[in-house]
């Protein structure tokens, strides 16, 4: 059976953003969409503004807390779109669903895959682990219930902000690893509209898992196409996995967790396990058509106050 009733955790968040529409787009193919509003949460104008549109389009803006299953009952699916101080919060979210009768849980991942090399030991993904060792226990003991891995990679987007060493204000930017050295991308966009297909891909097993790529993408080729689009000369410099381990070392002893993260992140980086390995799940739906890293970028660059304001720049 496809999954057709959807609730959207983190529906005005980056990735919230662009499924929602998407969802919208193709609302015909669902019996109900959901925008949850955790009211224990700050709000402000620009997310009630958000939510209004939604409603305008026939989403029905569900309100309540992660702890309470009266908000999520009635649904069959939760998508969990939160940002990643919000991850630790994921397996108190999947009781709360599976006490709402939820029969499928989409967790918060859209990113590398945690079984390459050393990620599943890595701090960057300590949360999403816990997340997947929970989902494994919870589908063990409640055979209706069941869940969907989505992996891309990076998306397009994010890809180039300073948390990841890039700075497209100075064009400057600092990688851990070497020039040819490759990066998984997908557009957002594309991102969102392969995930409303697999909503529409009846699970036949509790775990499931899709990955999809853009392109990959070596920092030379990265960088001669943010030269291009913004006719300038960038600076990039190549710095070792050791001196991000290094910095990864000095944000724990300060408590800086933000600064442990992107540490980890080029760790991560730096010896290419954000590469997607395949095989990819773009075949099965041929009617997304993935575009390129220079049509994202170019498009995402045209408004680049917006973009930076989205990103949060
Ligand atoms: N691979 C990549 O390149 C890439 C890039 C970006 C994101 N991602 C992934 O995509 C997913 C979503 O990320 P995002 O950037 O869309 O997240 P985000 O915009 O930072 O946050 C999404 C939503 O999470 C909720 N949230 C944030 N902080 C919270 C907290 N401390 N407690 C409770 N709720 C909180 C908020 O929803 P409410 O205000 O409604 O509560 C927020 O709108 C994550 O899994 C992330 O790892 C991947």
Same mark, same amino acid.
């Given at each position: 059976?496809a ?5 959207? !955790? ?5 990735f ?10 193709? /609302? ?24 209004q549109d &939604?409603t ?24 969990a ?19 709402a009768? $939820?029969?499928?849980? &989409? ?20 949360? =999403?682990?816990?997340t ?26 994010w ?57 990959? &993408? ?14 300038? =000369?960038?600076?990039?410099? &190549?710095?070792? $996995? ?7 070392? /000095? ?7 933000d ?15 954000? !590469? ?7 075949? =099965? ?29």
């Amino acid at each position: 059976m496809a999954l057709t009733s959807i609730l959207v !955790l983190g529906p005005t968040g980056g990735f919230g953003q662009f499924l929602v529409p998407e969802l919208i787009r193709r /609302k015909a193919e669902f019996q109900r969409i959901g925008a949850f509003t955790d009211t224990t949460r700050p709000q402000s104008a620009e997310k009630t503004k958000i939510l209004q549109d &939604y409603t305008t389009q026939g989403v029905e803006i569900v309100e309540g807390s992660y702890g309470d299953p009266a908000a999520f009952r009635g649904f069959q699916v939760v998508i969990a779109c939160l940002g990643n101080h919000a991850l630790k919060t994921q397996p108190a979210i999947i009781d709360t669903a599976l006490a709402a009768g $939820v029969t499928h849980f &989409y967790p918060s991942e859209f990113g590398a895959d945690l079984t390459v090399g050393d990620n599943w030991n890595e701090r960057y993904y300590r949360d =999403k682990v816990l997340t997947r060792n929970h989902l494994k226990t919870v589908a063990a003991e409640t055979p209706r219930f069941g869940y969907t891995y989505f992996i891309n990679g990076r998306f397009t987007e994010w890809a180039p902000i300073p948390h990841f060493g890039i700075n497209l204000k100075t064009h400057t930017a600092h990688i851990v690893g070497r020039p040819e050295m490759e990066q998984s991308l997908l557009a957002t966009n594309d991102a969102a509209k392969y995930l409303v297909c697999t909503l529409l891909d009846p699970p036949t097993e509790q775990e499931r898992t899709y990955r999809f790529l853009g392109g990959n &993408y070596s920092w030379t080729t990265i960088f001669s196409t943010l030269e291009k689009i913004q006719g300038v =000369k960038w600076n990039v410099t &190549y710095k070792s $996995v050791e001196e991000a381990r290094e910095n990864q070392r /000095k944000a724990i002893e300060s408590g800086d967790v933000d600064a442990e993260l992107a540490a980890s992140h080029q760790v991560i980086q730096g010896t290419g396990r954000t !590469l997607l390995p395949g095989p990819y799940d773009n075949v =099965k739906f041929p009617e997304v058509k993935p575009v390129t890293l220079e049509y994202v970028w170019t498009e995402m660059l045209k408004d680049e106050a917006r973009y930076f304001s989205l990103m949060g720049l």
